[in-house]
């Protein structure tokens, strides 16, 4: 009897230390990380974005979505890993400005065949579908969401898709979720972290259902310090799965070097 007793209380024990092994974060600190290159923000997202996951990047103008894709991009460069930038808004041109101007050597990046930049562009009427012709580039009435997935080559490491919001334009909602949840399972499928870039519009237009199909989402603002009456930007992480995240709304500033995080805010 007390043998019996006895193995069970051994078996409780080890029952309980794997529960702890699984439940701390010893396991989610071996997850591989893509880091963002914004110290701060790499040190709460425990060394970066999960790999090969979705991470949603949402905002009003000019909040600063642009320029973390911009940095995380620039890092996974500088680590050798393979990139491609799908862009809707900026032309290819601008981008490298944008980058260069932060220091990061997106021209050199391109040249390594380290980066590449495709422009998607944006049809809205049939007058401008014609005049697309004459400019290269892919239409995005040639492409869903899901089609997304295909222009992503294999070897592909780190996807940033600024801005998906065009593509939901005339969409129903069911068919948006669908979509943006397909293109996230091939992605991973691929084994491609991927930045999706959702403007503040679309994804309020969209009853914000895109917060649930990704591995994680990143929120960037723009509001008055009611002691300064000024107006500063946060960044803001409601969800990072794997990761122990803070909740705390992060000050940061944009600067000539890029953004940098500050802290949380009181
Ligand atoms: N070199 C710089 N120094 C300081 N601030 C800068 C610099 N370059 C850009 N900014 C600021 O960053 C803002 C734009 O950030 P970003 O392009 O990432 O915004 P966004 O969220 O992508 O906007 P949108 O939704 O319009 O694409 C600009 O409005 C500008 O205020
Ligand atoms: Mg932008």
Do not use: W
Not at 71 to 92: F, M, P, Q, S, Y
Not at 152 to 168: H, S
Not at 197 to 210: F, G, I, K, M, S
């Amino acid at each position: 009897m007390h043998v019996v007793l006895l193995i069970r209380r051994i078996g409780n024990v080890f029952y309980y230390c794997y529960k702890l092994f699984i439940e701390t974060s010893y396991l989610n600190s071996l997850m591989e990380r893509i880091p963002t290159g914004i110290a701060k923000l790499d040190q709460e997202l425990e060394g970066g974005l999960p790999i090969n996951k979705g991470i949603l990047v949402t905002g009003t103008a000019g909040s600063g979505k642009t320029i973390f894709g911009l940095h995380v991009i620039n890092r996974a460069c500088e680590d050798g890993k393979n990139c491609l930038i799908l862009a809707t808004e900026e032309t290819k041109e601008d981008i490298i400005a944008e980058a260069e101007n932060f220091g990061f050597a997106f021209s050199h990046y391109l040249e390594e065949e380290l980066l590449t930049i495709t422009k998607v562009l944006e049809m809205r009427s049939k007058t401008t579908t014609a005049s697309s012709h004459l400019t290269s580039g892919l239409s995005i009435r040639e492409i869903d969401i899901i089609g997304l997935a295909d222009l992503v080559p294999e070897n592909v490491d780190l996807v940033l898709i600024d801005n998906i919001g065009v593509f939901a334009l005339g969409m129903s909602l069911g068919d948006f979720r669908d979509q943006f949840d397909t293109l996230n399972l091939l992605l991973s499928e691929k084994s491609v972290t991927a930045i999706y870039v959702l403007d503040q519009a679309t994804h309020e237009l969209t009853n914000y259902v895109a917060d649930y199909s990704t591995y994680g989402c990143i929120k960037f603002l723009v509001k008055e310090n009611p002691y300064t009456s000024k107006m500063e930007r946060f960044i803001f992480i409601p969800k990072m799965r794997g990761t122990n995240i803070s909740l705390d709304l992060n000050k940061f500033v944009i600067t000539p070097e890029g953004m940098r995080v500050i802290g949380p805010t009181e």
